[in-house]
């Protein structure tokens, strides 16, 4: 059970911000979101988390809304490499729960 | 850090036979490892749960006498396909559990199995 839901695809011109969308409205007190993607054949690349505040790392920034129902992660500047399906997960971060990935977006960046 | 590394990265093997697939955490240790099986065009599927020292843990509708796990230490865990069968075939990715407080999760880049 993903219990999240996002858009199956999307497009983002090369250069633009991608901003993809992750909904989650039965979510928790105590579940983070996680984003993580994978490029074709590859194993899925962690990219960002959070609870409650916005977070930022070199790759990515994740904005939850206020009630938490739903988050956006941004790709401020996308490249051909971001083309990739991106997995939006919630847990609580307890040994014993695990990642259930759902069918993800599939992000295509166009030249 | 947080380097998860599979071997092989590709398996070709005839129907029949077993296939060990390892998997290891490079730059840190864990206690928990997880195994996930990918067929085209779907997201991952969880297989099991990975425990050192113990027994793993598997999901509903694995076959645990097929895909037997051992984690023997604190950086290993290997999954063994037993008898594999052409509807074995898939991506198999594992990953491993970074400590807390996030205890988010670091993957390894899978091994493809194709079995004749």
């Known amino acids: 059970d993903a219990k999240t839901t996002q858009p199956p695809s999307m497009d983002c011109a090369e250069g633009r911000a991608a901003n993809l969308p992750c909904n989650h409205s039965t979510i928790s007190g105590n579940e983070y979101v996680y984003w993580y993607r994978q490029i074709h054949s590859q194993g899925p690349q962690y990219i960002i988390h959070?609870?409650?505040n916005n977070e930022t790392n070199e790759m990515a920034s994740l904005i939850i809304t206020e009630d938490r129902k739903s988050s956006t992660l941004i790709l401020p500047h996308a490249t051909l490499r971001d083309t990739a399906v991106y997995y939006c997960?919630?847990?609580?971060?307890?040994?014993?729960?695990?990642?259930?990935f759902g069918t993800g977006t599939s992000l295509t960046v166009i030249p | 850090g947080a380097v998860v590394s599979q071997h092989p990265s590709w398996v070709i093997c005839k129907s029949g036979t077993s296939v060990k697939i390892e998997c290891r955490s490079l730059?840190?240790?864990?206690?928990?490892m997880f195994w996930y099986r990918q067929f085209p065009k779907q997201s991952l599927m969880l297989m099991a749960t990975?425990?050192?020292?113990?027994?793993?843990?598997?999901e509903q509708g694995v076959e645990k006498d097929k895909f037997l796990i051992n984690h023997a230490s604190l950086t290993l865990s290997t999954l063994t396909v037993t008898s594999a069968h052409p509807e074995d075939s898939s991506f198999y990715i594992c990953?491993?559990?970074?400590?807390?407080?996030?205890?988010?999760?670091?993957f390894g880049p899978g091994t493809r199995l194709l079995v004749l």
């Open positions: 959070g609870l409650k």
């Open positions: 997960i919630v847990r609580v971060p307890i040994t014993g729960n695990q990642f259930y």
């Open positions: 990975s425990n050192e020292g113990s027994k793993a843990t598997y």
């Open positions: 990953s491993a559990r970074w400590g807390p407080p996030s205890e988010t999760q670091y």
């Open positions: 730059d840190f240790q864990a206690t928990t």
